[in-house]
T-cell receptor, first 113, second 116 residues
Framework: AQSVAQPEDQVNVAEGNPLTVKCTYSVSGNPYLFWYVQYPNRGLQFLLKYITGDNLVKGSYGFEAEFNKSQTSFHLKKPSALVSDSALYFCAVRSNTGNQFYFGTGTSLTVIP | EAGVVQSPRYKIIEKKQPVAFWCNPISGHNTLYWYLQNLGQGPELLIRYENEEAVDDSQLPKDRFSAERLKGVDSTLKIQPAELGDSAVYLC??????????????FGPGTRLTVL
């Protein structure tokens, strides 16, 4: 079965500190991995994706994520958090052998001034 | 470039009433998705269209839900009759369907449905 796990419902970090939002996945075949951000009363916005190539992917707003095949992880990171980064973050996966996307349950990030 | 447009943004109805949601994808995007998002959960796919063809509707509760995408552009999702458990946010997304960006989905703001 294909799935995505975001083990932390809530992450709090002080402004200016590095942040990490965790994601692990399970798919048959090779994974296509995505991060989306959702602000209140807004739709999901695409941040970045890994399809193939370099394991470190850079995306919008200074975010990056590292694909780790051995740990089946795709953690989202940012070197210095901003208060405006406070939002709900979703990891998603699709297998290269199928078309179904699977989203995690989301992680609420709060950046404390 | 305009994003994915959805209407209405909010809808409140009584149970057993019908309701319809409308989505206009980004121009040129062949693939259209309807998702359901419950509070505190990630989106769950209801149906996926490639142009006007529904290629994945395995998660759509067909006894009460229906969808159409006439002419392969905008789409309508309908619930009839609505039940209390249908209260959720209904998200529409689209993707180019080809090239390097084929898997990047662009989401609309969603329709928040409340069934009383």
């Amino acid at each position: 079965a294909q799935s995505v796990a975001q083990p932390e419902d809530q992450v709090n970090v002080a402004e200016g500190n590095p942040l990490t939002v965790k994601c692990t996945y399970s798919v048959s075949g090779n994974p296509y991995l995505f991060w989306y951000v959702q602000y209140p009363n807004r739709g999901l916005q695409f941040l970045l994706k890994y399809i193939t190539g370099d394991n470190l992917v850079k995306g919008s707003y200074g975010f990056e994520a590292e694909f780790n095949k051995s740990q089946t992880s795709f953690h989202l990171k940012k070197p210095s958090a901003l208060v405006s980064d406070s939002a709900l973050y979703f990891c998603a996966v699709r297998s290269n052998t199928g078309n179904q996307f699977y989203f995690g349950t989301g992680t609420s990030l709060t950046v404390i001034p | 470039e305009a994003g994915v447009v959805q209407s209405p943004r909010y809808k409140i109805i009584e149970k057993k009433q019908p309701v319809a949601f409308w989505c206009n994808p980004i121009s040129g995007h062949n693939t259209l998705y309807w998702y359901l998002q419950n509070l505190g959960q990630g989106p769950e796919l209801l149906i996926r269209y490639e142009n006007e063809e529904a290629v994945d509707d395995s998660q759509l509760p067909k006894d009460r839900f229906s969808a159409e995408r006439l002419k392969g552009v905008d789409s309508t999702l309908k619930i009839q009759p609505a039940e209390l458990g249908d209260s959720a946010v209904y998200l529409c997304a689209s993707s180019p369907g080809g090239g390097r960006e084929r898997d990047t989905q662009y989401f609309g703001p969603g329709t928040r449905l409340t069934v009383l």
